[in-house]
């Protein structure tokens, strides 16, 4: 019982370099979404997707871009990444949106230099 | 919109003290809330959930919470704190909005960390 699983755990870039985090959940769950963490600010969404083929912009979306293919998967990809976007990045699933609890992944941490 | 205030971002008890953690709302809309908790270099994990029904909500480790609508308020409650009780809590609210799709956006406060002293 995987639950939700994020790749991968830490990574480090460049400015200007570009890379996709992945987020595969088994649930079945048709509510997705990506949070960033950062100290004192809680946590920030970026995009969600309520279904294949459905998604929407959240509270900080500038810099990252998201597709939703299919149930399982929903990566995020950060265009040409900047110091600002070091964060830790969380991948979330739930069967009814805001109305059911969030499952979440354990999270990718990423250093922008 | 919605919104969420915690207030205190640091609260500091003795183990078998009282812990109260606050949480206040706003949305426009009857909410669902949340309490969450986070341990170091983990995910978060739900604590306890308010959607309709009864005001007091029971939750794992011995928390509570009550959904107080005059107050707009969701305080985190457990009557003796334990030394694993130690981590961050957050708080957070669905429903900004009447109609669409304001149930999808889950809005979490600021994060309480939670220290216990022996």
């Known amino acids: 019982n995987a639950g939700v699983t994020q790749t991968p755990k830490f990574q480090v870039l460049k400015t200007g370099q570009s890379m996709t985090l992945q987020c595969a959940q088994d649930?079945?769950?048709?509510?997705m979404s990506w949070y960033r963490q950062d100290p004192g600010m809680g946590l920030r969404l970026i995009h969600y997707?309520?279904?294949?083929?459905?998604?929407d912009q959240g509270e900080v979306p500038n810099g990252y871009n998201v597709s939703r293919s299919t149930t399982e998967d929903f990566p995020l990809r950060l265009l040409s990444a900047a110091p600002s976007q070091t964060s830790v990045y969380f991948c979330?699933?739930?069967?009814?949106?805001?109305?059911?609890?969030?499952?979440f992944g354990n999270g990718t941490r990423l250093t922008v230099t | 919109a919605q919104s969420v205030t915690q207030l205190g971002s640091h609260v500091s008890v003795s183990e078998g003290a009282l812990v109260l953690l606050r949480c206040n709302y706003s949305?426009?809309?009857?909410?669902?809330l949340f309490w969450y908790v986070q341990y170091p270099n983990q995910g978060l994990q739900l604590l306890l959930k308010?959607?309709?029904?009864?005001?007091l909500v029971k939750g794992i480790n011995g928390f509570e919470a009550e959904f107080k609508k005059s107050e707009t308020s969701f305080h985190l409650t457990k009557p003796s704190a334990h030394m694993s009780d130690a981590a961050e809590y957050f708080c957070?609210?669905?429903?900004?909005?009447?109609?669409?799709?304001?149930?999808?956006?889950?809005?979490f406060g600021q994060g309480t960390i939670l220290t216990v002293h022996p």
């Open positions: 649930m079945n769950h048709e509510y």
């Open positions: 979330a699933s739930s069967r009814q949106g805001g109305k059911s609890p969030l499952h």
């Open positions: 308010y959607t309709t029904g009864a005001t």
């Open positions: 997707s309520v279904g294949a083929g459905i998604t």
């Open positions: 949305s426009s809309v009857p909410p669902y």
């Open positions: 957070a609210v669905s429903g900004g909005s009447a109609g669409g799709t304001s149930y999808g956006k889950l809005t």
